[in-house]
């Protein structure tokens, strides 16, 4: 190759290089700008959020006084095997758990695979039980009380609030999330927002040095 085409062709791959700098540079800056701050604090709070409601999970699904059948009759009052939209937000009521129509209505939507408007059991099961395998084996364990009197000890029943407090405070965490994307960002934006080094993918480290940035 002539010196002086050599040369030029340094100068160019150079100036490309820069170029690549430049916009990376640019994408990770506008990571913290105010605009995006909502964002990123959103996200945080729904990570935060179901952490707790993990951990919440495992304790209830390891209490040695309850049953998975106990909890679902206290929704399922007339023993018919479903449970209805209408007596689901009844039962948050009825447990002193203050939610909105639209977060609990998401919840159920969210467990009610099939959208018929009947929560079984197994959905039921599914919105209560944890990752950890060892402790849906325990909760699995548990036999329940006798028919119509569900049994669920203080501690028990405590840590089942907490399940659905915290379940529906997700619900509204997530459509939080959604707004944000919706009204400042458009999903194009977003990813660009993580792929600081616009690589075309987003790593676990990317989206965890930004959530804790």
Known sequence: MPCDEESSYKDEHKSQASQKKQTASKREFSVYSPHNAQLLEAIKNQLHLESNLEEYKRSFAK????????????????????????????????????????????LYERYNKNGDGKLVYSEFCAMLLPKEVSAVYAAYSKKASEKFVPVLSEKAMGAFKKILKESVELEAAGENVRKTLGTQLDSRTAFQEFDSQGKGYICFDEVRLQILW
């Open 63 to 106: 209490q040695k006084d309850f049953s998975l059948l106990d909890a679902y009759r206290m929704l399922d009052t007339t023993d018919k095997c479903f449970v209805t939209l209408p007596e689901f937000k009844d039962a948050f009521k009825d447990l002193g758990i203050l939610a909105s129509p639209q977060a609990i209505e998401a």
